[in-house]
């Protein structure tokens, strides 16, 4: 059993849950950090009672400018390690700029720009004076083109790849790695499930399962791969994507019926 220790953030469920057992699955110590207090007492339990590993929540409200600081700080105090970061905290929602409200925006933001980036620096400099460790953010397949409605969502994790692609080559030489996972739709509580068919879209293959992305991160994170897009349905969108002529996203604007538009 090793001695190592893993920070999954967002770590109670979806993706970010997964992710922590896999890494359980493999003898690493968690920490799992979250503002949900329950669901963060209840994972940290359920992993450490299934894999015979150390699991400690750590509450905290990641949207905040000074959670980064704070996350290392608290990982500092307690005299530990960290070999493998997990940025994984997200959240989503769906509209138009004009239309979003300002402290969703600025949530957001935080959570998928700034405080990953910020623990990338902190985690970052003790990796590489060790060097040796991995580092994984959780960006998304709408970051290989620019939809209407998600603008905020999708140029932030347009960042997170653009950002994880730039500080892999600069903790390489290092002997750090840096993955970035890009997945296509997960059923995770990012959707809500009165509105969507959650368990038929996993049927059809249209949603993955969070487990079987999980697998496909770690898998690809150990073989120091730089992006992991896991499912042969998410590789055929972002190759779809990547191709997609701009008149077609003007016509999907001008025609989608949950989209304002103009009144005569």
Known sequence: MTTRHA???????????EIARELAGR?????????????????AQEIAATYGVNAYPIKMDLARPEAARALHEEVSRRG???EILVSNAGMFFFGEV???????????MQLHVVTPSLLAHFFG???????????????????????PGIAYYGSSKTFLRSFAC??????????VNVTCLAPGAVAT?????????VQKAVRYGVMKDPAQIARAAVQGMFRGKAVV???????????????LPQWAIRLLRRRAPFLPMPKD
């Open 7 to 17: 920070l999954v953030t967002g770590g109670c469920s979806g993706i970010g849950l």
């Open 27 to 43: 003898g690493y110590h968690l920490l799992l950090a979250s503002n949900r207090d329950a669901e963060l007492e209840a994972a």
């Open 80 to 82: 530990l390690e960290i």
């Open 98 to 108: 004009a239309d979003a409200d300002p402290a969703r925006v600025e949530t957001m």
């Open 125 to 147: 400099q003790d990796m590489r004076a060790r060097r040796s460790g991995h580092i994984l953010f959780t960006s998304s397949i709408s970051a290989w083109r620019d939809f």
């Open 166 to 175: 730039a500080l892999r080559e600069e903790l390489s030489v290092w002997g």
């Open 189 to 197: 509580n990012l959707y809500d499930r009165t509105g969507v068919p």
């Open 229 to 243: 897009v896991p499912g042969l349905s998410a590789k055929i969108m972002v190759f779809a994507m990547a191709h």
